[in-house]
């Protein structure tokens, strides 16, 4: 009990007391609330627990089993049965946290079959979720390519499995649960359970977007971020491009509600402009969501891998545009109140430019390779003026006033956004709540910290990666030219708008080859070319080989 109540407790102690105790004493003499607070206390935390597994399948030496502590909490579960008293539903919730946190969805389901059909338990919504949530972080894990499909479709199974659970229960599907199992299925690429689950959950057809579908559930969950990053990344998965566009487009920028008296209800095509029967059409507000820094990424992630340059460009100009503009509204704020600021949720960063970079330097598209090194020097440039400023800024504030109680938002305001599966508050009602929870307030010092880490990251890429490929690239043009110019054949000239045929004097002036210098002893670097050339950054030309004259032309007369 002393061990129990100290505030820094440490799990391997709690650990080797109880099991101390459990040696020469009986179950029955310890009481069902220590049991309980060793079930808790005797593992690490799930937060220490996930960044443990993390870093060990990173490192490339994943644990043999999936939970270290499984037989631990075994033990105690066993004990408490021991005593003759039964086990309740929070002492499953905990076991299912820890399950949670690395992923370990077979011991998830198992508890809750035990909890089931053993206790005779009646499950809640936050029991299906946190199985939800090992099933979910399992997938986001590292996997094995072998395992990989009978773990994908093992996924899909328990998924629909405690969805049918859920139905035949009448539990609600709350929001939180719902970006679960779409994250699920967006692993498992199930287009049509997504389509499905989009339609009964927030309302939205993927078909068509800025239309109510026709099929769809009177209680419908708010469209959040996390939702609208999910189902980017689920259809740029597909391939299908232009819906991953239209989509983000409709879902980012909906019409206002007055435009749906303009979307013809009938078929015919006289009469399919104008208002045709405002009566028959009610106002209907798309599901919408505000992009963020992962909202952009994500999409220029999946448009760069299909090809499509025109789209990466713009939307990296979107994305420049939109930087600006959150930063420029985040200054005029401060100026008002400096300490009752939202935190901004958008900021370019590498993970905006590398995309459109590689498919610059896959199609060797000079022009957009040359414009994505234009945006980072544009970029670093207005990140170094971010840190000067707001460094100033920091130290010119006053300290900030003792905090208040959340104050309340409306009702029909979205979830906070989630990141990981991990990060999803299960505890949260199926009814959006009377007082949600308040959005993250602005941190200087956390915004400082951004920065400069965004600041390094763009430098180090843009030294060490950037300009190493844009000279790459570009002698390899240069010498993919010069092999047409060298065997006679037209080249495209910006200049002259047309394709021509360049003499090999005017093409040496026009890419700056100079005429290589041998050394004393004859010996030049880089890999000799049939017309002359020597391939390397600066396009020397060596000479000619001579042919090896092993005898003498002479003697044969």
């Known amino acids: 009990m002393e061990v129990l109540s100290r505030e820094t407790r440490n799990y391997a102690r709690v650990w080797s007391c109880y099991v101390d105790f459990m040696n020469y004493a009986e179950c029955d003499d310890l009481p069902l609330e220590v049991h309980q607070a060793v079930l808790r206390r005797c593992v690490p935390s799930a937060h220490t627990l996930r960044a443990w597994t993390a870093r060990r399948m990173q490192a490339g030496q994943p644990p043999r089993i999936p939970h270290h502590f499984e037989a631990r909490l075994k033990t105690v579960m066993r004990n408490i049965r021991a005593t003759g008293a039964d086990a309740t539903l929070d002492d499953y919730h905990a076991i299912l946290h820890q399950f949670a946190a690395v992923g370990h969805y077979t011991g998830a389901i198992q508890v809750l079959a035990e909890l089931t059909h053993v206790c005779k338990l009646v499950p809640e919504s936050k029991t299906f979720g946190l199985c939800l949530k090992a099933i979910a972080h399992r997938l986001s894990l590292p996997i094995y ?102 989509t983000f487009e409709v879902l980012t920028q909906p019409l206002p509600p007055q435009a749906s008296q303009h979307y013809s209800q009938e078929f015919d095509d006289e009469d399919d402009f104008g208002i045709t029967n405002p009566a028959s059409t009610e106002p209907h507000q798309t599901p919408h969501a505000q992009p963020n820094t992962t909202s952009y990424n994500i999409l220029l992630k999946h448009i760069s891998r299909a090809g499509h340059a025109t789209f990466a460009r713009h939307y990296l100009y979107q994305a420049t545009r939109l930087d600006r503009s959150v930063d420029r509204f985040l200054r005029s704020q401060l100026y008002r109140d400096p300490h009752g600021m939202l935190a901004p949720h958008f900021g370019l960063n590498r993970g905006t430019i590398i995309p459109v970079f590689g498919e610059a330097n896959r199609d060797k598209n000079m022009e957009l390779m040359r414009w994505v090194g234009w945006v980072a020097r544009q970029t670093i440039r207005r990140k170094k003026n971010d840190i000067a400023w707001y460094t100033e800024l920091r130290d010119s504030l006053s300290p900030p006033p003792p905090l208040e109680p959340p104050s309340s938002r409306s009702p029909s305001s979205p979830p ?75 080249i495209y000239l910006a200049s002259k708008d ?56 002479s003697s044969m007369s």
């Open 498 to 553: 047309a394709r021509v045929i360049v003499p090999r004097s005017a093409w040496m002036r026009m890419v700056n080859f100079k005429q290589g210098k041998t050394s004393s002893s004859g010996e030049h670097s880089g890999r000799i070319m049939r017309n002359g050339w020597v391939s390397g950054y600066k396009g020397l030309r060596a000479p000619r080989p001579q042919p090896l004259q092993f005898f003498d032309p």
């Open 416 to 490: 906070p956004d989630v990141s990981t599966a991990l990060d999803v508050d299960l505890d949260t009602p199926s009814s959006p709540p009377e007082f949600p929870p308040p959005e993250k307030k602005f941190d200087i010092n956390l915004h400082l910290s951004i920065l400069q880490k965004n600041l390094d990251e763009l430098v180090t890429w843009y030294e060490n990666y950037y300009e190493i490929a844009l000279s790459r690239v570009t002698q390899r043009v240069k010498e993919r030219l010069g092999r047409r110019v060298w065997a006679g054949k037209n």
């Open 145 to 246: 390519k072998v395992q990989r499909a009978d773990m994908l479709d093992d996924a899909s199974k328990l998924c629909r499995k405690l969805l049918r659970e859920m139905s035949a229960q009448d539990i609600p599907l709350t929001s939180f649960n719902l970006d679960l199992v779409m994250r699920i299925m967006k692993e498992v690429l199930d287009q049509e359970g997504f389509y499905q689950l989009m339609k009964l959950g927030y309302g939205i057809d993927l078909d068509y977007p800025d239309h109510p579908p026709l099929q769809g559930s009177s209680i419908l969950s708010p469209f959040s971020t996390a939702a609208l990053n999910t189902t980017l990344d689920m259809l740029g998965r597909l391939g299908n491009i232009a819906k991953l566009v239209q």
